[in-house]
């Protein structure tokens, strides 16, 4: 067992729903990571933390990323920061021993017209979606780097693949957040206006979304138990069109639905990308929190947290 877990992305959405998984694991100790404590661009900060922590374990959970907008206006900035960001851990995990190292991948990585659901095995058939392709390969680059390093070095490092994750700390600022997290706070933000509330495409594209308390307790569950140089896709596959989660979102906000219009004019964006977990839940015997369940925890927390500039990223 690793005892002590050094964990990047610590003030992000996937290490906050660790920070709330964490009580289930009182035997660890974790050291949260934010980039105000070490910029994880830079490789003389990095090492100088991994070798002052020494940590048994590190959990990478740290990215640059955003939406859709963010992705074409900065191209060059995610591609270079993500991948100096995912050398620089492996680089450190290595000279320090780090017993286990588990890298953070994205389904935006898998091909744009790799079958459904995906399977691990189609992440290099094909390019990813233009929208975010310096994203989507900075990203898969981590499953050469994972085979390269464990060849070489003999480096315990695995590799995690996370659709899309929700929660009560996501990003919520316009140009840098997800669906979810952007609609969330728009039907907040108008819910009192009585005017029409209007959305992307016809709203039929298909998503999945995984909550980050659930995504946390996956994490977990790999770091102790799975070891494979194969990558592993470990998110749920509940999938949700966009209309509905629109639905669902507005009908926790007690938004009338007749005032929700869909831009047809609009781009829908990639009709769906399921993934095939069955790999993951064949090892683990793993259970997803539902869709609904999660989204009402979400919104509950927004509303009660949107004036705290402290808490919430607007």
Same mark, same amino acid.
């Given at each position: 067992m690793y005892q002590?877990? #050094?964990v990047t992305g610590g003030t992000g959405l996937l290490g906050t729903g660790l920070k709330a998984v964490a009580k289930d694991y009182a035997d660890r100790e974790f050291i949260f990571l934010g980039s105000r404590d070490c910029d994880l661009v830079n490789a003389d900060q990095v090492f100088r933390c991994v070798e002052t922590v020494q940590p048994d374990a590190i959990l990478h959970l740290a990215a640059l990323s955003g939406g859709v907008q963010?992705?074409?206006k900065y191209p060059a900035t995610l591609l270079r920061d993500n991948v100096l960001m995912n050398a620089n851990v492996l680089e450190a995990s290595r000279v320090f021993h780090?017993?286990?190292?588990?890298?953070t991948l994205s389904t935006g990585m898998y091909p744009t017209d790799a079958p459904n659901p995906i399977k691990e095995e189609a992440i290099h058939e094909g390019c990813p979606h233009e929208s975010n392709y310096s994203y989507s390969f900075a990203k898969r680059l981590i499953e050469p780097s994972i085979r390269a390093y464990r060849t070489e070095y003999d480096l315990n490092v695995i590799g995690l693949v996370s659709n899309g994750i929700f929660g009560e700390n996501a990003n919520y600022r316009p140009e840098e957040s997800v669906m979810v997290a952007a609609l969330i706070r728009r039907f907040?933000?108008?819910?009192?206006?009585?005017?029409?509330?209007v959305i992307w495409g016809d709203g039929t594209p298909l998503r999945e979304y995984t909550y980050s308390q659930d995504m946390a307790r996956a994490f977990m569950w790999c770091l102790d138990h799975y070891d494979d140089p194969q990558i592993l896709n470990v998110g749920s596959t509940e999938e949700h069109s966009v209309m509905d989660i629109a639905f669902m979102i507005a009908d926790n906000l007690g938004i009338d639905r007749d005032r929700l219009e869909f831009d047809?004019?609009?781009p829908n964006g990639i %009709?769906?990308?399921s993934t095939d977990n069955s790999r993951f839940l064949n090892l683990s015997g %793993?259970?997803?929190?539902p869709f609904h369940v999660g989204l009402e925890k979400t919104i509950q927390w927004f509303c009660s947290h949107y004036f705290d500039s402290q808490?919430?990223? #607007?």
């Open positions: 002590k877990i #050094l963010y992705s074409q780090v017993q286990k190292t588990v890298m907040y933000e108008e819910k009192d206006t009585q005017k029409p509330i047809t004019s609009k %009709f769906r990308k %793993f259970s997803y929190t808490v919430v990223r #607007l």
